[in-house]
């Protein structure tokens, strides 16, 4: 299964992801030549502080980027639900489908969602 990238046109989701945005980017090249590099030139830190910045640096992004386009498991339609497990689902009173008791509706893109932490703007 590949995955899927996930869209959501929303105004203050890609608001928030490009101030963090900005932020990586002022982090990423304004305080290394602030802070980092000047020490690194005085022979105070070795080379190996200055590279494991920037590889926290880029793995930061790269978490942001996963976290923002990854699809957060939006519901079937029609979910084949087991006999033993429909103790575990309810009918969501917005979209009038069977979803698991902890996923929730979404107000911004009108479905039932598995993890909503991926729909939270930051």
């Not at 890609?14 to 005085?42: A, Q, T």
Request: glycine share 4%.
């Amino acid at each position: 299964m590949k995955p899927r990238l996930h869209f959501v046109v929303d105004p203050m989701g890609w608001l928030c992801v490009s101030l963090v945005f900005l932020i990586w980017l002022y982090n990423s090249f304004f305080i290394p030549r602030l802070v980092l590099l000047p020490h690194l030139y005085e022979g105070h830190i070795p080379w190996t502080v200055v590279v494991g910045y920037y590889v926290a640096s880029l793995l930061c992004v790269s978490a942001l980027f996963r976290a923002s386009t990854a699809d957060p498991g939006r519901l079937p339609q029609n979910p084949h639900i087991p006999h033993s497990e429909r103790e575990q689902w309810e009918l969501c009173n917005k979209c009038n489908l069977m979803r698991p008791k902890r996923s929730h509706h979404c107000s911004r893109c009108g479905h039932c969602v598995r993890r909503m932490d991926h729909h939270c703007p930051w």
